[in-house]
Nanobody, 113 residues
Framework: QGQLVESGGGLVQPGGSLRLSCAAS??????LGWYRRPPGKERDLVAR???????TYADSVKGRFTISTDNAKNTVYLQMNNLKPEDSAVYYC?????????WGQGTQVTVSS
């Protein structure tokens, strides 16, 4: 069974930037995208990528976030610019392996002055 490992979270001021990474190791995982769970809320889609080029974004992050992939490294990135306090959440990477969902452990993003 493969694993997804996220990194790149942290504390940033409003207007700042962060880049999250999701690396797949072992198994045969296809990374699908990023989700986030704000405090006290449900986990929702942030960005999704298919076939390395087709992308989908939540309305709240369009124009600010960019999802990309490095197939050679089996890694998906989420570049987050102009961060806002409402972007604070635990960010999760989602994949699929042999028809079964796979989730990373999550990385905390906090946007605060």
């Amino acid at each position: 069974q493969g694993q997804l490992v996220e990194s790149g979270g942290g504390l940033v001021q409003p207007g700042g930037s962060l880049r999250l990474s999701c690396a797949a190791s072992g198994g045969d995982i296809i990374i699908l995208g990023w989700y986030r769970r704000p405090p006290g809320k449900e986990r929702d889609l942030v960005a999704r990528i298919e076939s390395s080029t087709t992308t989908t974004y939540a309305d709240s992050v369009k124009g600010r976030f960019t999802i990309s992939t490095d197939n050679a490294k089996n890694t998906v990135y989420l570049q987050m610019n102009n961060l806002k306090p409402e972007d604070s959440a635990v960010y999760y990477c989602r994949g699929i392996e042999k028809m079964s969902p796979r989730w990373g452990q999550g990385t905390q993003v906090t946007v605060s002055s």
